[in-house]
């Protein structure tokens, strides 16, 4: 009984922190780009619906002078 066994409590101790701080990162990491992603793809929507409303507007004038004559 006088061998001393080998504890790795420590070692797991350290190897979680690094496994959490490493999981988190990459959480913040990815929330960042997909916030990114949603702020471009809302851009994107607001540019085509801006587009759409423009044609709209042309179409509709050409209604009414069509309908004028």
Do not use: H, P
Not at 6 to 26: K, P, S
Not at 33 to 48: A, D, F, H
Request: proline residues 0%.
């Amino acid at each position: 009984m006088t061998t001393a066994k080998r504890q790795y409590g420590m070692l797991a101790f350290i190897a979680a922190c690094a496994f959490t701080t490493c999981a988190i990162g990459f959480v913040f990491y990815d929330e960042k780009t997909q916030r990114i992603r949603r702020q471009e793809g809302v851009k994107l929507r607001l540019q085509q619906q801006k587009q759409n409303m423009e044609e709209y507007e042309q179409q509709k004038m050409l209604f009414e002078k069509a309908k004028q004559k």
